[in-house]
């Protein structure tokens, strides 16, 4: 069973960057795409980022896109969030999850970590 733990959260200033780690412990997460998910206090949860494991595939909303950048370590099992140029409205609780999907839904992932807190001051 894989299981997912986000950790690099924290208080940044606008502007500022910020890398979130995605540790798989547990089989190896080839086949699985990885994404990272995101929830504003009040607000759904939205698709950040994701990879597909096998062939480094990467998707990006536009929100994010050109800001953020998403990678993986096979030798580490372990898949980070590059977010730069913050802004306040990046503020959330950013989740890893992973999945056999190619899908950005979030119900096509049933492997959740239990979150990270990021919060972009103005």
């Known amino acids: 069973q894989v299981q997912l733990v986000e950790s690099g959260g924290g208080l940044v200033q606008a502007g500022d960057s910020l890398r979130l780690s995605c540790a798989a412990s547990?089989?190896?997460?080839?086949?699985?795409?990885v994404a990272w998910f995101r929830q504003a206090p009040g607000k759904e949860r939205e698709f950040v980022a994701y990879?597909?494991?096998?062939?480094?595939?990467?998707y990006y909303p536009n929100s994010v896109k050109g800001r953020f950048t998403i990678s993986r370590d096979n030798a580490k099992n372990t898949v980070y969030l590059q977010m730069n140029s913050l802004k306040p409205e990046d503020t959330a609780v950013y989740y890893c999850?992973?999945?056999?999907?190619?899908?950005?839904?979030?119900?096509?992932?049933?492997?959740w970590g239990q979150g990270t807190q990021v919060t972009v001051s103005s």
């Open positions: 990879i597909r494991w096998n062939g480094g595939y990467t």
């Open positions: 547990g089989p190896t997460l080839s086949g699985y795409t």
């Open positions: 999850a992973a999945g056999l999907t190619v899908r950005i839904l979030e119900y096509d992932y049933d492997k």
